[in-house]
């Protein structure tokens, strides 16, 4: 068998034909199809290291065609292809076994790692298959032998477990493309699920929280707002205030989240990312939604992730308002500490430092952030920074670090902030 073999499945003829040849002058192995049925009738001849396959073809869905190609050949990497950012898709699609999911037109260097992996993937079953059997038939041979063979068993073992690694860095990936498909049904919302995920984990980490929550924090917040991708655009979008009806079907997304994330097949240690992500509209108060749960009732993780979503909601531009002062931000989640938050989670925010914040503030655009800025903003956490915004005056080495942090946050200082240098005025050397 050639373990450099590809089947490329695309009805799209300009498009299976372009990708074919890229990946032939690459020097894959590549058999094409234009139809599930060829697929099929493929797998049925011959054998792949890796499948690239559209989900919407004319004779039979591409999760139909990826189920029959797993039970022909379960050691075989599929990878699926669309044009659609389809949520149920996608999780049908990695539950049934697909290694990734690419949003076409995909990327052609991601595309050959991809089919790079598959085919290294391969290459190991088989030399693993070999290598059982001759350390059957050498069981009785040299003591010397033996070792030698086992060394090549445990270095096998290693890769096999760095390949897994790299299985999983897919599953994320494929995760992190669905919470910027959600993200981007609304431009001024874009990436709003990665910055609640950062701010989510910056704040576990000062409360000291396990390896394996922060897994969970990382999965939950990148699909918190999963469940919006069943609510109407036009009020995602809208400019000004929502009426009754709009925002209760805007509260319905925190039940869709729960019961689109119950489809995936989470291991056991992750299986309540569904609970966490759809309870982080609840209000330690009980006033929340969707189920009114109060303090203890919430996962303690969807408390954390509360914190971080209104954090970034009231510091961004939304369709009905711009983002608020910094300061006036940050006291609104102090005053809603008991209320609409756990106190230990906004205790632990304040906690964070600014340089921190600054970084997350401006994911889309970090190029932009100057080394040197980080440096004076480190030195100040949240808390501190906040103590130094409500301050009557300040030194001008204080003004410079607010003025540092406004770079990023609104782009100049604000006027509130001119003229409020205390002590006497710096008499210039020259003049004098």
Known sequence: MSTNR????????????????????????????????????????EKFAGVLLDIKMPDMTGIEVLKIIKEKQPETMVIMMTGFSETDFAIDALNNGATAFLLKPANIEQVKMLVNQAIERQ????????????????????????????????????????????????????????????????????????????????????????????????????LHDLGKVEVDKKILCKDGSLSKEEYNDIQQHALGTGELLSKFKFKHELN????????????????????????????????????????????????YRTAMVVTEALSAIKREAGGHFDPKCV???????????????????????????????????????????????????ELDVIRRFHLYYQGVLPPKFEGKIKGPPQIDAEAA
């Open 123 to 222: 290459r190991l079953i088989e030399e693993n298959q070999d290598m059982s059997v001759a350390l059957q038939e050498w069981a009785q041979e040299l003591e010397k032998k033996v070792e030698e063979r086992t060394a090549m068993l445990r270095e096998a073992n290693r890769t096999t477990l760095d390949l897994y690694e790299d299985l999983k860095k897919n599953f994320d990936s494929s995760l992190e493309i669905l919470s910027i498909a959600i993200d981007q049904r609304d431009k001024l919302t874009a990436s709003h699920s990665f910055r609640v995920t950062e701010y989510s984990l910056e704040i576990a980490k000062q409360l000291n929280m396990e390896p394996n929550d922060l897994e969970k924090l990382r999965y939950a917040g990148l």
């Open 272 to 319: 309540d990312v569904p609970l966490i992500a759809s309870s982080h509209h609840e209000r330690f108060d009980g006033m929340g939604y969707p189920k009114k749960l109060k303090g203890n009732e919430i996962p303690f993780l969807s408390r954390i992730l509360s914190v971080a979503d209104v954090l970034d909601a009231i510091t961004s531009t939304r369709h």
């Open 347 to 397: 205790d632990a925010l304040f906690q964070i430092k600014t340089s921190e914040f600054v970084k997350i503030h401006m994911a889309d655009n970090i190029h932009q952030i100057n080394s040197d800025d980080l440096v004076v903003l480190m030195s100040y956490t949240l808390q501190q920074f906040y103590e130094l915004l409500r301050q009557d005056d300040y030194s001008r080495e």
């Open 6 to 45: 590809i089947l490329l499945v695309d009805d799209n003829d300009g498009q299976r034909i372009t990708l074919g040849s890229i990946l032939k002058r690459a020097g894959f192995d590549v058999t094409s199809a234009n139809c599930g049925q060829a697929a099929i009738t493929a797998a049925d001849h």
